[in-house]
Nanobody
């Protein structure tokens, strides 16, 4: 398994932008597909974005399509989530996730498909 540490969360006004980072440590990080999820207290963890091992394939949750962009830099063992046009409904704790993948282009969109998680970073969007 890999260890994941998120950063970049904070307070931003509606319409603003944030970039989250997820630093991964461990062996062969480039064999892991990665994803971002978010969660409100007492609610289920929701899919935000996913990226394949090589970064050539991405998928997004419907609520963030066109506003968020996931990317990765395997040389730095880091995955990013660029969030633009933020609105108060984006307020949540954001979690980075990873799982080993044999397939280079596979993406995974449900929490149960991942076995490594970060501690989360709070994103708060004020109206």
């Amino acid at each position: 398994q890999v260890q994941l540490v998120e950063s970049g969360g904070g307070l931003v006004q509606a319409g603003g932008s944030l970039r989250l980072s997820c630093a991964a440590s461990g062996r062969m990080v480039d064999t892991y597909a990665m994803g971002w999820f978010r969660q409100d207290p007492g609610k289920e963890r929701l899919f935000v974005a996913a990226i394949s091992r090589t970064g050539n394939n991405q998928d997004y949750g419907d609520s963030v399509k066109g506003r968020f962009t996931i990317s990765r830099d395997n040389a730095k063992n880091t995955v990013y989530l660029q969030m633009n046009s933020l609105n108060p409904e984006d307020t949540a704790v954001y979690y980075c996730a990873a799982r080993f993948s044999v397939r280079l282009s596979a993406v995974f969109t449900t929490p149960g498909e991942y076995n490594s998680w970060g501690q989360g970073t709070q994103v708060t969007v004020s109206s």
